[in-house]
């Protein structure tokens, strides 16, 4: 079945220091979503990117999807205490439901102030 | 607009046992999909629901299983528990259309014991 890998799993930067977070699938994806879930809490949905080299911006968070459409990243610029959490990417099986999500392992994001 | 519900908050069951889990979706939200979250699978997605079918499913045994009803909320059942199945168990709304983000409730914390 579908796999996807995330890279690393855990990251501690010290604040101001920029996080990159890498995710790879098995398969070439229709999308991919990124997540981030607080330490107690629940996902919450991110961005979604649809293009292949899609490249998408907000305000410190620079999303990428590859050429292939199997890897993206997520690259927070300068992070802060507010960014700690688990970033999440995922997507949809080949052909399935678009709302059958194959999540990433997740990378554990510290950030020391 | 209210978010996703889930109730109860946390659940304490003993081996054997089952136990029954709600949802209800953003209102609107037609299509419902539960993950099992756990440290050391991840998080992974059980089933999921709209016009009260289930539409896909997951690799979980049968002792998981889940309904719908006409409005939309969404129950699932654990029968039989083991203590593997402690997990924060999560529900997720969407609407019905291609490439769209799930909005994720809080989720149940069930332990057994």
């Known amino acids: 079945g579908q796999q996807v890998m995330q890279i690393p799993q855990y990251q501690h930067v010290q604040e101001g220091e920029d996080f990159t977070t890498y995710c790879n699938s098995s398969?070439?994806?229709?999308?991919i979503q990124w997540y981030k879930q607080r330490p107690g809490g629940h996902p919450v949905f991110l961005i979604q990117?649809?293009?292949?080299?899609e490249v998408k911006k907000q305000k410190r968070l620079t999303f990428q999807f590859g050429e292939a459409k199997k890897n993206s990243s997520l690259h927070i610029t300068a992070t802060q205490t507010t960014d700690v959490g688990t970033y999440f990417c995922?997507?949809?099986?080949?052909?399935?439901?678009?709302?059958?999500?194959?999540f990433g392992s997740g990378t554990q994001l510290t950030v020391l102030p | 607009k209210a978010g996703v519900t889930q109730t109860p908050r946390y659940l304490i069951k003993t081996r054997g046992q089952q136990v029954t889990l709600s949802c209800s979706p953003i209102?609107?939200?037609?299509?419902v999909s539960w993950y099992q979250q756990t440290p050391g699978q991840g998080l992974q997605f059980l089933f999921e629901?709209?016009?009260?079918?289930?539409?896909n499913k997951g690799n979980f045994p049968g002792r998981f299983s889940g309904r719908q009803f006409s409005n939309s909320r969404s129950e699932m059942n654990v029968s039989t528990l083991e203590l593997g199945d402690s997990a924060l168990y999560l529900c997720?709304?969407?609407?019905?259309?291609?490439?769209?983000?799930?909005?994720f409730g809080q989720g149940t914390r069930l332990t057994v014991v």
């Open positions: 997720a709304s969407s609407p019905l259309q291609e490439n769209t983000e799930a909005f």
């Open positions: 398969t070439t994806l229709s999308n």
């Open positions: 990117l649809v293009k292949s080299g």
């Open positions: 995922a997507g949809p099986p080949p052909g399935g439901s678009a709302r059958q999500l194959t």
């Open positions: 209102s609107g939200h037609r299509s």
């Open positions: 629901y709209f016009s009260e079918t289930q539409r």
